[in-house]
């Protein structure tokens, strides 16, 4: 859980994987990060649901042309997106895709994209269940 | 112009993410900016291009169409234009890539994932090298203003009569055609100054300047020449023209008499007039001489008057040419 420090960067590069069990998006976590802000939160939310499903699709299609460059800026955008809502697993996810992206090497790539697009799932499912609350 | 701080000021936030992008817009609203918002780096470039541009800009370093940095280094292409404070915002922490970044022309960095309060405190600092940018500008302009202008009557000083005259000059030898010098000199005036002390001569030197002012063109130049001589400069004007000038000016000196702490004085000024044209280019030098002596003869022949200089072998009757114009004020 971050403590505000936001100067040190959180990400050491390590090969995180999401905990099976853990929320996929922390509601604190992003209270924080807008210092209490609700609507925003829930704004950047739905901004972030509406393009997530994008961001996935052009990295597919990054990685079927092998097009390492790409590849590399949309998991760059991608972690820094996840980052500000609070989505820790997903930014993680996609901080290792980065890396691999920027080696040139994109074998490991494809696994790597696989665990991201199940846990922006796992993400997204929560994100939507948080607005239908939101409706009622 | 803006009173007080009404008008906010306006920031840049480049940035491809819509997430990170809606976010720094939020917080830089909920602190008082105006926000404007670009999705890659063209666009950004675009925007910082305008001669209108925000002052401060957040430029993420990786969006597509043109990287931060690169953004940076072409608008820090631009020499001579307001200055603007680039913050870059970025990942990338490794210390040649920060290098990399400053040396692109940003003006600091922040760390992504940033701190909200950081953020604001490193954009406070952009404010404060804009705001000591503005009072620079404003000095230099004041500085520049009394450079080029009397100090007391806040016409042309000498200096940039003499620049004007040089233009017009020169303007004239390429283009052809002919202008006009008046050179006016305010009759008694040492009078005025012994009776109504320096206050009172600068007053009427204020005043005579004012009414000078008031009946040349838009385009013609009004001058203080020396301490109670001035210099105009007519542009596109001939014998007639220039004459029916300084008969105006000479009418409108003595029209009305001035109001002092003292009391009303009348004043009155003697007015030599010279021609430049294709029948008689004169040099700078003659020209000025010229008028001179037009002026001492106006001076001789009784002040409160104009005098035309006599130039070549015209046969041209001074007092027939000025008597008709005394006569149509």
Known sequence: MREGDGVTNRFQGSELTAERGAPAWDMAAALELVEGDRELVEELANLFAEECPNALAEMRGALEGNDAALLERLAHTMKGSSANIGATG?????????????????????????LLEAEAGRLLAELRA???RAAT | MSAGNTSKTRILIAEDDPVSRRMLQAFLMKWGFEVVAAANGLEALRILEE????????????????????????????????YIYVLLLTARTQKDDLLKGLES?????????????????????????????HSLIETREELRFRATHDALTGIANRGVILEELNREHSRRSREGGSFGIIMVDLDHFKQVNDTCGHHGGDAVLKEASRRMTE??????????????????????????GTLGLAERIRSEMEAQPVALDTGEIRIT???????CSDEHPQDLQVLLKLADEALYRAK?????RVELAVQGLSGLSLDTVTAPLKSVS
């Open chain 1, 130 to 132: 948080l607005s239908s």
């Open chain 1, 90 to 114: 997903t930014s993680q996810l996609a901080l290792v895709l980065e890396s691999q992206a920027r080696s040139g090497k994109l074998d490991g790539a494809r696994e790597q994209f696989a």
């Open chain 2, 215 to 240: 009946c040349v063109r838009a385009y013609d130049t009004v001058g203080r020449y020396g301490g109670e001589e001035f210099l105009i400069v007519v542009p596109a004007s001939d014998e007639i």
């Open chain 2, 300 to 304: 001789e022949r009784g002040r409160n």
């Open chain 2, 269 to 275: 000024g003697s007015l030599g007039v010279a021609i």
């Open chain 2, 51 to 82: 001669s209108d541009a925000p002052p401060l800009a957040i430029l993420d370093w990786m969006m597509p169409g043109m990287e931060g940095p690169e953004v940076c280094r072409r608008i820090r292409q631009h020499i001579g234009r307001t």
């Open chain 2, 105 to 133: 022309g940003a003006d600091d960095y922040l760390t992504k994932p940033f701190d909200a309060q950081e953020l604001r405190a490193r954009v406070n600092v952009g404010l404060r090298i804009l705001d000591l940018q």
